[in-house]
C-alpha cells in the first residue's frame, strides 16, 4: 500500500501490481479529487491498513473512507468498470419526518437535477472529479454534491457507472436530506450543508473550496460480504450469509449520528459512542 500512496499522492490516484501468477495482486488507490497530497498518502495507508484487517483471507476487497478508497484483487480489473461493489447509504436522522424542508417534492426535484449536473461534469473531467452547489429556494439554504470515478475507466463508463448510482439514489433515498453511492468505479454524494472549506490539491481546480462533511462512513466490501461502520473500527469480515440476513440494512443508533446501509451490516464502533 506504500507503493499506492506514494504513488497517488500528486494526482490523487494510482495503479499497482505486485507477484507474479496465481501470486499476483492488482491495486487501485483513489482520493477525493479535493484533498490535500498529504491526507490523500495518509488516508490510502490507513485504508491499506485497515482493509488487510478486515479482510484477511480475501482475495478481492474494497474499503471506502470520506477521503479515498482502495481495492484490491487477484482479477486483472484495471480499466473495467465495476457495477456490483457499489451501495448507497444515508443518514435516517436527516429525513423529512425529523428536519422538515417545506416542499419535498421540489427538494427531491433539486436533488435530481444536482446528481445529473455532478454526472455531466465529472465524466468529461481530466480528472473525473465533480462538485457543484445548488440554491434550493428553502430558507436561502445551498444543496452541495461530490461525484467522482476511478481513472482508470473511460469518460463513458464513467457516465454509466454515474447514472447506475443515481439510479440507487433515486430507489432508496427519496426524501433523505443527505445520501451517498459508494463504489468501485464510482462515488456520489449530496448533503444540505457545508462544514468547511479545504486547500485543493495543486492548481488543478482553485486554491479554495467546500467539502462536505468528513464525519460520514467508513466501509468495506470483502468478497460476498459489506461491512459498514463509523471511525476506526475493529469488526470481522460478515459472511454472506449473515448480510442475507440484512438485506435491507440495520440500523446503527448512534447518540451522534445514525447510518442506514442498504444490503449490508452495521458494525459500531464503541470509540465513537459517547
Known amino acids: 500500500m506504500s507503493l499506492l ?11 499497482g501490481s505486485v507477484g507474479h501468477g496465481d501470486g ?10 479535493d484533498v490535500r497530497s498529504s491526507a490523500c498518502t495518509s488516508c490510502i495507508l490507513t485504508a491499506g491498513a485497515r482493509i488487510r484487517d478486515l479482510c484477511p483471507r480475501n482475495k478481492e476487497a474494497v474499503v471506502w473512507y470520506d ?3 482502495v481495492r484490491y484483487s487477484d482479477a486483472a480489473f484495471f480499466g473495467d468498470a465495476d ?24 427538494f427531491d426535484g433539486k436533488v435530481a437535477l444536482l446528481l445529473e449536473r455532478l454526472k455531466n461534469k465529472a465524466y468529461i473531467s481530466p480528472l473525473m472529479f465533480a462538485k457543484q452547489e445548488l440554491e434550493i429556494g428553502d430558507q436561502s439554504r445551498n444543496l452541495y454534491g461530490l461525484a467522482q470515478c476511478t481513472k482508470d475507466i473511460s469518460g ?4 454509466k457507472c ?14 433523505q436530506r443527505g445520501a451517498r453511492v459508494v463504489g468501485g468505479s464510482c462515488n456520489m454524494r449530496y448533503e444540505l450543508y457545508l462544514v468547511h472549506s479545504v486547500l485543493i490539491r495543486g492548481n488543478a481546480m482553485s486554491s479554495q473550496g467546500w467539502a462536505l462533511p468528513l464525519k460520514w462512513i467508513t466501509a468495506a466490501f470483502c468478497a460476498s460480504a459489506t461491512v459498514v461502520f463509523l471511525g476506526s473500527p475493529d469488526p470481522t469480515c ?12 440495520r440500523l446503527l443508533d448512534l447518540e451522534a449520528e445514525s447510518l442506514i446501509a442498504t444490503g449490508s451490516t452495521l458494525i459500531p464502533d464503541s470509540e465513537n459512542q459517547e
Open 24 to 33: 499476483r495482486v492488482n491495486g487501485l488507490a483513489l482520493c477525493r479529487g
Open 5 to 15: 500512496a506514494t504513488k497517488a499522492a500528486p494526482i490523487g490516484f494510482a495503479l
Open 83 to 106: 457495477y456490483d461493489q457499489s451501495f448507497p447509504l444515508f443518514n435516517p436522522r436527516n429525513t423529512f419526518n425529523t428536519r422538515n424542508v417545506s416542499d419535498p417534492k421540489v
Open 156 to 159: 463513458g463508463d464513467c457516465k
Open 238 to 249: 460478515a459472511s454472506k450469509d449473515q448480510c442475507h440476513e440484512h438485506d435491507h440494512g
Open 162 to 175: 454515474l447514472e447506475a448510482a443515481i439510479n440507487k439514489l433515486r430507489r432508496c433515498c427519496r426524501g
Open 67 to 69: 477521503e479515498c478508497m
